[in-house]
Structures are given as structure tokens and as C-alpha cells.
Nanobody
């Protein structure tokens, strides 16, 4: 079963930056979209951003627009999330998976999550 491995999280002060990486557990040409999701303590998992296979089409949650940038290396099935101007409310475990571009939801059949990477924004 295809899974994803997330990395790049850490502790950062408000206003700081982090770059997350997401790699597929095996190479496949079938991944059309890759997206980032996050889950804060006591909250439901939410979609953060999604990108299509060409990298041209992207979608962002309103809460991160203008601060986060998603990109991908399609040949390597690696996706990135550049996070700038981080806020305490960005604190969460970040996950990646195949996404639905228009709705920022996880694609059907891809809701088996990896371990994620913890992002903590705190003074």
C-alpha cells in the first residue's frame, strides 16, 4: 500500500519558517495530486494545500494563503511545503497524502496516514 513519509518539522518562533518534505514510500506514476493536511490537538484533521501533477494547479486553505507555498518534484514523487510567517495556530502534526484539489480533502482510499511531522510554533 502506498504511504507517505513526512519530515522537516520542528520548533520555531512566531514569524519563522520551516520547509516540510513528503516522499512516497514507493515510486509510482499514478499519483496525480499530493497535498498537505494538519491536525492540531483536540481538532479534526484539515486540508492545508494541494498540488496537481504538473505543479501548475494549487489550492490553499484560507488560513495559510500568502504564507505557505506548496511545490513538488513530480519525477521523484516528493512534495514540499514552504511555511513562512508561522503563527502559533499553525502548531499541529502535518501529514501528506493524495488530495482532491478542489476541496482540499484526502482522496478516497488514501486515508491511511503516516506518522506525520510535528510543527510547533512558540516563543
Amino acid at each position: 500500500q502506498l504511504q507517505f513519509v513526512e519530515s522537516g518539522g520542528g520548533l520555531v518562533q512566531p514569524g519563522g519558517s520551516l520547509r516540510l518534505s513528503c516522499a512516497a514510500s514507493k515510486f509510482t506514476r499514478d499519483i496525480k495530486t499530493i497535498g498537505w493536511f494538519r491536525q492540531a490537538p483536540g481538532k479534526e484533521r484539515e486540508g492545508v494545500s494541494c498540488i496537481n501533477d504538473s505543479g501548475v494547479r494549487k489550492n490553499y486553505a484560507d488560513s495559510v494563503k500568502g504564507r505557505f507555498t506548496i511545490s513538488r518534484d513530480h519525477a521523484k514523487n516528493i512534495a514540499y511545503l514552504q511555511m513562512n510567517s508561522l503563527k502559533p495556530e499553525d502548531t499541529a502534526v502535518y501529514y501528506c497524502s493524495v488530495c482532491v484539489l478542489s476541496t482540499l480533502t484526502v482522496a478516497r482510499g488514501f486515508d491511511s496516514w503516516g506518522q506525520g511531522t510535528q510543527v510547533t510554533v512558540s516563543p
